[in-house]
């Protein structure tokens, strides 16, 4: 193969993967942010590995008690929110809403618990009603 037909074809490989780079979720970082964070942090402490492996466990569950928290929000928001009966199958699932969607949704409807938005600190755990 020539190298004029591999780079138009890496070209065009990058291309057409352009749009799909947009289209992440803005949640927090995983075991690749977290654990070069760590090898940076270990590398000063000379234990790069060591630091890379907690930065990605770390990530790890953060994100886990983040999509849980969405997960549980958005559990909230369908009980308060019961699909409709009447409507057939396709309709409801036409309708359907994401985790992320839905926890939103319910932030909106309850601004009482603004800390506890999903992009905010305290996104694991769903909020109580305030005391009177």
Request: glycine share 12%.
């Amino acid at each position: 193969m020539s190298t004029k037909f591999r780079h138009t074809m890496l070209a065009v490989g990058l291309l057409a993967a352009a749009p799909m780079a947009g289209t992440a979720m803005a949640e927090p970082g995983g075991c690749l942010k977290y654990g070069a964070v760590g090898a940076v942090g270990g590398h000063m402490a000379h234990h790069g590995v060591l630091g890379a492996a907690g930065g990605c466990a770390t990530g790890m569950v953060r994100r886990h008690e983040y999509r849980k928290g969405l997960r549980e929000k958005a559990a909230l928001w369908d009980k308060e929110h019961p699909a409709d009966p009447n409507q057939s199958w396709l309709e409801r699932h036409r309708n359907e809403k994401t985790y992320q969607q839905k926890a939103t949704l319910w932030d909106a409807e309850h601004p009482s618990n603004a800390t506890n938005s999903p992009t905010g600190t305290n996104a694991g755990a769903p909020a109580t009603p305030p005391q009177k």
